[in-house]
């Protein structure tokens, strides 16, 4: 049976739902501007440290907007990853009732992570542009692109590393530490093309630098940002996607039974 041809799906997304929302940040003094202080910090940080060594980033005329293009992805692809990784965890006590599956959980965290970091998105980006000179020109299309990819990036993956944790918990730890270079490596502080041959070929393998160029394309009208490979990163999302899927539906029982 199709996911819109099963009649109980999105009753049990949309409760799923809903109570993340209540767990996540109901419970948390402050609620959902956590979500947007995080960011905001992170960006004005690293504006304030860089502004007083160099006279203007590597893009454009403003400091908040260039780190803010290259630290928003990152994060939204921590956070989305980062949900799906423990959607069975979080859930576990749900999944004695027939109309919650595996699936709903994974569903349930994707759609909220993804519409969460394109609020905080919007906010920031909006704030910046609105705030202050930046002489960018968005164009909506490409930022749309860029927000859809980097969904199915994070999506698969995520999926990915849910399935990984259930069948071996230490790849949560061995995941955690990957990912703390990947912050320095994928142009938050830099562009793609400042990074000299033979390492701008290797870094071009890694799928963030990917995203953040294709944000920065949509943002900095004089910015072609040529490396940038949707069918990559479409490919790469869905490949993964496709294959946690199958485990997961091989190996959830197991993988329940042990939580």
């Not at 997304?13 to 979500?35: D, I, K, Q």
């Not at 630098?209 to 490919?235: F, K, T």
Request: aromatic share 12%; glycine share 8%; net charge positive.
């Amino acid at each position: 049976m199709s996911l819109a041809a099963r009649p109980s799906l999105w009753r049990a997304v949309a409760a799923l739902m809903l109570r993340e929302m209540s767990t996540t940040h109901g419970r948390v003094p402050g609620g959902y501007l956590w979500a947007v202080a995080e960011p905001l910090a992170g960006i004005a940080l690293l504006s304030a440290i860089f502004a007083i060594g160099f006279h203007a980033p590597a893009l454009g005329v403003s400091f908040p907007l260039f780190y803010a293009t290259g630290l928003l992805p990152f994060l939204a692809f921590s956070d989305i990853t980062g949900k799906l990784a423990q959607a069975l965890n979080f859930s576990r006590p749900l999944f004695a009732y027939p109309a919650v599956s595996v699936a709903d959980a994974l569903l349930a965290r994707f759609l909220l992570a993804v519409l969460t970091q394109i609020a905080v998105a919007s906010l920031l980006l909006g704030g910046i542009l609105f705030l202050s000179e930046t002489h960018a020109v968005p164009d909506m299309a490409i930022l749309a692109q860029a927000a859809g990819l980097l969904a199915v990036l994070a999506g698969g993956i995520g999926a990915m590393n849910c399935l990984l944790i259930g069948l071996l918990p230490l790849w949560q730890r061995v995941w955690s530490i990957a990912m703390r270079p990947m912050f320095l490596i994928s142009g938050v502080f830099f562009t793609f093309e400042s990074v000299p041959l033979p390492w701008r070929d290797i870094l071009w393998w890694n799928p963030l630098i990917h995203i953040v160029g294709l944000v920065r394309r949509g943002l900095y009208s004089g910015y072609d940002a040529a490396y940038v490979s949707p069918a990559y990163l479409l490919a790469l999302g869905l490949g993964v996607a496709l294959l946690a899927g199958i485990g997961l539906m091989r190996w959830h029982r197991d993988i329940l039974s042990d939580l």
